[in-house]
């Protein structure tokens, strides 16, 4: 876990695609999809990376479109969320891409623009975990941006502005704001079991959330831990409750 818990970019400089025989790896594909199998030469690939082949393949077909093409734009964003986890230096710079065209033409649409700062900030949060710190400051600021954005936007209540909250939370725990992200979570937690209600999968991960929080801050107290262990319970009664003992 670590340490606890442009403008500009071209389409010829995303790289190329290549094509490939594609399988579904049956461990990783839903169950209720069976593998996909073509004639001749196969490669078996994780959902990983089946979905990052549809992300060249999307961008690929809407290439040559004007860069006003919302189809096109998408499939920019689309492309560098799925590599955002595997090649984040080549992502960022189309998701930087993508975003700066969302402002350009689709200014009015503030949500899509949120979620493209969203897609930037996760990749930035990847390049911070591989060793670069100044990356995750980067990731903290427009996290809280993208926070007020939303509460501004959709109201503290609802689901975008909880889960951008819970994001934001993530990115206090990497910076050692234990305090802020507790805050934060103890204030969101409320709203989340409200709207949302208390079994639902963004007011769990919030309760885990906070359990780390508490767990990971080197001031905590026994009766820090206490809670800790007791909201992680909770949370494990409520999943299996829920979804079941296999999932």
């Known amino acids: ?22 399988v579904v790896n049956s461990s990783t594909a839903p169950s209720r999809q069976r593998p996909v199998r073509s004639r001749g030469a196969t490669e078996t690939l994780s ?7 549809l992300g060249w393949a999307m961008w690929k077909t809407y290439l040559g479109r004007q860069e006003t093409d919302w189809y096109r734009c998408v499939g920019m964003g689309i492309l560098g969320a799925n590599l955002r986890e595997s090649q984040p230096e080549e ?50 600021l427009l996290r809280r941006e993208i926070y007020a ?8 209540s609802h689901s975008d502005t909880i889960l951008s909250g819970a994001c934001l939370a993530s990115s206090l725990g990497e910076a050692e704001l234990w305090d802020e992200a507790a805050t934060l979570l103890r204030d969101l937690l409320p ?20 359990a780390g929080v508490l767990h990971f801050n080197p ?19 409520r999943r299996r409750r829920v979804f079941g003992p296999t999932h």
């Open 1 to 22: 876990r670590g340490r606890s818990m442009k403008n500009g970019a071209r389409a010829r400089g995303f790289g190329s695609g290549r094509g490939a025989s594609i």
């Open 47 to 53: 959902r990983p990376q089946v979905q990052l082949a």
């Open 91 to 140: 992502a960022l710079p189309i998701l930087e891409a993508n975003l700066t065209l969302k402002r350009r033409y689709w200014s009015h649409d503030k949500h899509a623009i949120l979620g493209a700062q969203g897609n930037v900030a996760n990749c930035l949060g990847n390049l911070g975990r591989l060793g670069n710190p100044g990356r995750l400051d980067e990731a903290l």
């Open 149 to 156: 954005g939303f509460v501004a936007t959709s109201g503290v």
């Open 191 to 210: 709203l989340a079991r409200r709207s949302l209600g208390f079994d639902h999968l963004h007011t769990l991960e919030l309760n885990v959330k906070l």
């Open 219 to 237: 001031a905590r107290t026994r009766d820090d831990m206490l809670e800790a262990e007791r909201i992680t319970q909770d949370v494990v009664q």
